[in-house]
Nanobody, 122 residues
Framework: QVQPVESGGGLVQAGGSLRLSCAAS????????YAWFRQPPGKEREFVAL????????DYADSVKGRFNISRDNAKKMVDLMINSLKPEDTAVYYC???????????????WGQGTQVTVSS
């Protein structure tokens, strides 16, 4: 079983940046697709970004394209999400998740972290 653990959230002013990290246990890190989702206050969980098994395919939600960047280091078993030019509407709990398919739907993912809070002040 693979268990992701997120870190790096916090309070930041609009226009600022944060790096979220996801560390995963298990020996099959490179065989999984990793994704980030977020859940804004009072809203449903939504797709943010994903990285395929070997990192050769990435995808982003339209709302974050050009501002967010997902990267993975299979040797370190970590996936990072660099978030730039933050906006108040980026405020959410950010979740790292792992699955065996490349998907933007949360139901397709098997393992979820506990989430990390990102709050953007205006």
């Amino acid at each position: 079983q693979v268990q992701p653990v997120e870190s790096g959230g916090g309070l930041v002013q609009a226009g600022g940046s944060l790096r979220l990290s996801c560390a995963a246990s298990g020996d099959t890190f490179s065989t999984y697709c990793y994704a980030w989702f977020r859940q804004p206050p009072g809203k449903e969980r939504e797709f943010v970004a994903l990285s395929s098994w070997h990192g050769d395919w990435t995808d982003y939600a339209d709302s974050v394209k050009g501002r967010f960047n997902i990267s993975r280091d299979n040797a370190k078993k970590m996936v990072d999400l660099m978030i730039n030019s933050l906006k108040p509407e980026d405020t959410a709990v950010y979740y790292c998740t792992i699955g065996r398919v490349i998907s933007t739907h949360p139901d397709d993912y098997d393992y979820w972290g506990q989430g990390t809070q990102v709050t953007v002040s205006s």
